[in-house]
Nanobody, 111 residues
Framework: QVQLVESGGGLVQAGGSLRLSCTASTKLYGFYNIAWYRQAPGKKRELVARIDWSGGAYYAESVKGRFTASKDNAKNTVYLQMNTLKPEDTAIYYC?????WGQGTQVTVSS
């Protein structure tokens, strides 16, 4: 089973930035889709960003232009750079690779 370890969450003021990391226990090459999801209290889990095998990325409209997803195959790690954060970005963020999910990392944005 693939282990995914996330880090980088925390408390930040509105307008600030955070970078989330997700390191896999195996090479990234075997995963066709790598994605970041988030779930806010009382809301459904939603897709934030997805990276395909070539490195191309898709973003939810709510984060487009503010978030950037990337990967470093040499480090088995994917990143989510989050800029100009808003209070509505507050959620638990999860990375996924194939059918594997990380444990989630809390992001809290204060107004």
């Amino acid at each position: 089973q693939v282990q995914l370890v996330e880090s980088g969450g925390g408390l930040v003021q509105a307008g600030g930035s955070l970078r989330l990391s997700c390191t896999a226990s195996t090479k990234l090459y075997g995963f066709y889709n790598i994605a970041w999801y988030r779930q806010a209290p009382g809301k459904k889990r939603e897709l934030v960003a997805r990276i395909d095998w070539s490195g191309g990325a898709y973003y939810a409209e709510s984060v487009k232009g503010r978030f950037t997803a990337s990967k470093d195959n040499a480090k088995n790690t994917v990143y989510l750079q989050m800029n100009t954060l808003k209070p509505e970005d507050t959620a638990i963020y999860y990375c996924t690779m194939g059918t594997n999910w990380g444990q989630g990392t809390q992001v809290t944005v204060s107004s």
